[in-house]
């Protein structure tokens, strides 16, 4: 799992070939906090076939308004440089976050 901030999310994310997943999350996101440990459960089976990223929209206010992250928490698939699906607030379970995963690798 790759942690991003306002430096590193163009190169790793926007002009990244192939898919990357992408996890916004906030410091104060109580949902955010619970779902850590299952997108890292997930980035550990999955991280050989799909690059795991994530965000603290905290430190990168700009930039998740600029991806239309208005929310949190929010799990996001880009493939190039372009979102392609994400999963928003109550939408993010972790069985609906999984089958995302499974749905690009």
Sequence with gaps: ?????????EDEVLKA?????VDFY??????CQALMPKVHAFADTYGDKL?????NTTKARR??????????PVMAIYKDGE???ELVK???T??????????YI
């Design 1 to 9: 799992m790759l942690d991003l901030d306002k430096k590193t999310f």
């Design 17 to 21: 070939e192939g898919y990357v997943f």
């Design 26 to 31: 906030g410091d104060g996101c109580v949902p």
């Design 51 to 55: 690059k795991f990223t994530s965000l």
């Design 63 to 72: 930039l998740a308004i600029a991806q239309k992250v208005l929310g949190l």
């Design 83 to 85: 979102k392609v699906e």
């Design 90 to 92: 109550d939408d993010c």
């Design 94 to 103: 972790e069985e609906s976050i999984e089958a995302m995963i499974k749905k």
